[in-house]
């Protein structure tokens, strides 16, 4: 008998290997209850340009400003869209994790209010909303806003009665060189001061524009995750998430629609094979 060598695509496992294509199109091969953790960092949808306005017909402002930070077409899209968008991945994520999992979700205040009630609506629980407070952030050039300097986190679960893991003791215990917020022995706040910059090994292998630190989520997989267990990252970028699964012990499952950012995260993590 003659064995196939590799498995057709449509079957190969996802454990550790970044899926190039839609999140939702992984999930489908995902079955129920099969994650224990999900870090999603979404589009957050803040590529506007000057003048964003959701529908000027129907008088809904919007959030004004120049907002090309990111300036990507994945980052753009109607509010209608993103709604829809943001139901679909949340459903599939709410499917897949399991009662004991936690969901921790990335945003801002432009993506973030959606989030919220996407997850209310799919009967996703909130658990905290962790201001995660960017020191080192830039200033705000136009001198007509506050300079921002903190993005949200949401962490939630869905199970019907309180399972998920909290670490807690490590969470007490725990402080960080660079958190002035965080004491050892002191419970920890929802407010991280996580500073923005990156090791160079972390932007060694090419840029993403909203490239996370990967210290943040290290804290996120210590906090509520144990070595062994599996992460799902949907929108992996250049593949932070990912990196920090590999170091805390975890598998991954992992989905990039860009080719570019599928390349530099599979550099990131071919190295960390390595390390
Ligand atoms: C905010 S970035 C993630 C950055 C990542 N946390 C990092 O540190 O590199 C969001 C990513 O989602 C990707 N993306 C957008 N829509 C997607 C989809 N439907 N499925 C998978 N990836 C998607 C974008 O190409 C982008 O790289």
């Known amino acids: 008998m003659t064995r196939a060598a590799t498995p057709p695509a449509e079957v190969?496992?996802?454990?550790?290997?970044?899926?190039?294509?839609?999140?939702?199109?992984?999930?489908?091969?995902l079955a129920d209850d099969s994650v224990d953790v999900v870090i999603a960092d979404p589009p957050?949808?803040?590529?506007?340009?000057?003048?964003?306005?959701?529908?000027?017909?129907?008088?809904l402002p919007g959030f004004g400003g120049?907002?090309?930070?990111v300036d990507q077409t994945w980052d753009d899209m109607s509010l209608?869209?993103?709604?829809?968008?943001?139901?679909?991945?949340?459903?599939?994520?709410?499917r897949v994790l399991k009662p004991t999992g936690s969901?921790?979700?990335?945003?801002?205040?432009?993506?973030i209010g959606v989030i919220n009630v996407a997850m209310q609506m799919l009967g996703i629980e909130i658990i905290n909303e962790v201001a995660w407070y960017k020191r080192n952030s830039f200033p705000n050039l136009s001198a007509r806003r506050l300079t921002a300097s903190h993005e949200t986190i949401l962490w939630a679960h869905v199970g019907k009665t309180r399972r998920y893991r909290f670490n807690y003791?490590?969470?007490?215990?725990?402080?960080?060189?660079?958190?002035?917020?965080?004491?050892?022995?002191?419970?920890?706040?929802?407010v991280w001061d996580v500073p923005n910059n990156k090791a160079r090994d972390e932007l060694a292998h090419g840029k993403h524009p909203t490239q996370k630190p990967l210290r943040l989520a290290?804290?996120?997989?210590?906090?509520?995750?144990a070595p062994g267990q599996v992460c799902l990252v949907?929108?992996?970028?250049?593949?932070?998430?990912?990196?920090?699964?590999?170091?805390?012990?975890?598998?991954?499952?992992?989905?990039?629609?860009?080719?570019?950012?599928v390349e530099i995260a599979r550099r990131r993590l071919a190295a960390e094979a390595v390390r």
């Open 234 to 261: 949907p929108f992996a970028g250049a593949g932070t998430e990912c990196v920090a699964a590999v170091r805390e012990g975890l598998d991954f499952i992992a989905a990039e629609v860009d080719e570019a950012y």
């Open 169 to 190: 003791d490590w969470a007490k215990a725990a402080s960080f060189p660079e958190d002035r917020l965080k004491e050892a022995g002191k419970q920890m706040r929802t």
């Open 218 to 225: 290290e804290r996120i997989l210590k906090l509520s995750a």
């Open 103 to 111: 969901l921790w979700v990335h945003g801002t205040y432009h993506n």
């Open 80 to 94: 209608d869209q993103y709604f829809g968008f943001t139901l679909a991945w949340l459903g599939e994520v709410k």
């Open 12 to 29: 190969a496992s996802p454990l550790n290997a970044l899926f190039h294509g839609d999140f939702l199109v992984l999930a489908a091969r």
């Open 66 to 69: 120049d907002w090309k930070k």
């Open 44 to 59: 957050y949808n803040a590529s506007k340009g000057g003048d964003w306005t959701w529908d000027a017909k129907a008088g």
